[in-house]
């Protein structure tokens, strides 16, 4: 060790990106993600029954199979209705909640190719 290397000093690390780091889509530091935490605690009630039961079937890795519901915006009542609805159909949430996606998926590119000017 020489004398720019002290005994005991804390390695710092700066970056222009901390945001990036910090706040990012899996991490509840602002308030976008904090309603999405909020909207995944009714979400594991309304279609799971309880939160415990949520994470025994989509697993530690919740947040990432759960990004793009917790995430929407205006869309996200319909798709939880419709996978409400679809659980009397289909195994599992998980599975109602892809077809959910997918029926609204496939109303939204038709909608943009009939009415290709006008998007919601």
């Known amino acids: 060790m020489g004398k720019a290397d002290p005994k005991g000093a804390r390695l710092v690390r700066y ?3 901390w945001k990036r780091v910090v706040v990012g889509p899996l991490t509840w530091n602002d308030r976008r993600a904090q309603r999405a935490r909020e909207r995944a605690e009714k979400l594991a009630v309304r279609l799971w029954g309880s939160w415990d039961r949520m994470l025994w079937d989509v697993a530690p890795n919740w947040k990432f199979h759960l990004l793009r519901t917790l995430y ?4 996200y009542d319909g798709i939880v209705n419709a996978a409400e609805h679809d659980l009397e159909f289909y195994g599992g949430v998980q599975f109602a909640l892809d077809q959910a996606w997918q029926a609204h998926d496939q109303k939204t590119t038709e909608f943009e190719r009939t009415y290709p000017r006008l998007r919601y």
Not at 72 to 75: D, F, I, P, S
């Open 15 to 17: 970056s222009q990106s």
């Open 72 to 75: 929407c915006g205006r869309e």
